[in-house]
């Protein structure tokens, strides 16, 4: 399973890749405004922070980056997804599972620019992806937990489909909040999970784990002749 980081914090993404190796990133206009910069200064320093580590290739480090949200025509959103994907060879477009979304993502990926279906709330949206051929399908998680949703099963449906069905799309478990998702989306094969850099540092981490280590400093301490 690959992990990509869910933030446009060029700190983050610097950190999250050199330290713990992450796979690409994802992007939305909220982590845009978390990040402080216009729209087009946040994705220009992404793109140059790929040239500055050699990892210009989508399939080398994906960037989805999603495009003005407040487009609801599919000529509107082609439009905006070519200016978008021209800026750099890496970035996937996000565009969102509507029916406009959907007819913009099919012509896109006719193109041969990249997308990534988001937005994706249940198993019959995310076929719809995988139908028109987009490079990534995001079925959002945090999201439903919120709302007192299932999860496994609506991510065990969707995978089973895809695997059934032999979509060339991958699948982005998306906002996934909690170490306990990342390893029931391992358990399902799902092929990626994006999330923030604290969920990600968190997953590494256990009460037991650090207590284990003062325990063992203390015995260290305490033997004789240490
Ligand atoms: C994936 O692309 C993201 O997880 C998705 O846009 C939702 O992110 P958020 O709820 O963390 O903002």
């Given at each position: 399973?690959?992990?990509f980081?869910?933030?446009?914090?060029?700190d983050e993404i610097?950190?999250a890749?050199?330290?713990?190796?992450?796979d690409?990133v994802?992007?939305?206009p909220?982590h845009?405004m978390?990040?402080?910069?216009?729209?087009?200064v946040?994705?220009?320093?992404?793109?140059n922070?790929?040239?500055?580590?050699?990892?210009e290739?989508?399939?080398?480090f994906?960037v989805?980056v999603?495009?003005n949200?407040?487009?609801?025509k599919?000529?509107?959103?082609?439009?905006a997804a070519?200016e978008?994907?021209?800026?750099?060879?890496?970035?996937v477009?996000?565009i969102p599972?509507?029916?406009?979304?959907?007819?913009?993502a099919?012509?896109?990926?006719?193109?041969?620019?990249?997308?990534?279906v988001?937005l994706?709330?249940s198993?019959?949206?995310?076929?719809?992806a995988?139908r028109?051929?987009a490079?990534f399908?995001?079925?959002?998680?945090?999201w439903?937990?919120n709302?007192g949703?299932?999860t496994?099963?609506?991510?065990a449906?969707?995978a089973?489909i895809?695997h059934?069905?032999?979509?060339d799309?991958?699948i982005?478990?998306?906002?996934?909040?909690?170490?306990?998702?990342?390893?029931e989306?391992?358990?399902l094969?799902?092929?990626?999970i994006?999330?923030s850099?604290?969920v990600?540092e968190?997953?590494?981490n256990h009460?037991?784990t650090?207590f284990?280590?003062?325990?063992?400093?203390?015995?260290w301490?305490n033997t004789k002749?240490?």
């Amino acid at each position: 399973m690959k992990f990509f980081l869910d933030s446009a914090k060029l700190d983050e993404i610097d950190k999250a890749y050199k330290c713990y190796g992450i796979d690409g990133v994802t992007t939305n206009p909220r982590h845009i405004m978390a990040s402080g910069k216009p729209f087009l200064v946040a994705i220009s320093d992404i793109a140059n922070w790929i040239k500055e580590n050699n990892l210009e290739g989508m399939d080398k480090f994906p960037v989805s980056v999603e495009i003005n949200p407040h487009l609801d025509k599919a000529e509107d959103m082609i439009k905006a997804a070519k200016e978008v994907s021209a800026m750099c060879e890496n970035f996937v477009i996000k565009i969102p599972c509507t029916l406009e979304g959907l007819s913009a993502a099919k012509a896109l990926e006719e193109a041969g620019i990249r997308t990534n279906v988001t937005l994706v709330f249940s198993a019959s949206q995310a076929i719809q992806a995988g139908r028109i051929g987009a490079k990534f399908v995001s079925p959002f998680i945090g999201w439903k937990e919120n709302n007192g949703e299932d999860t496994y099963n609506y991510m065990a449906q969707i995978a089973n489909i895809y695997h059934n069905k032999l979509y060339d799309t991958e699948i982005i478990a998306a906002a996934v909040r909690s170490g306990k998702t990342i390893a029931e989306m391992a358990e399902l094969d799902i092929d990626i999970i994006t999330c923030s850099l604290q969920v990600l540092e968190d997953s590494f981490n256990h009460p037991y784990t650090t207590f284990g280590l003062k325990t063992f400093s203390d015995a260290w301490d305490n033997t004789k002749g240490n």
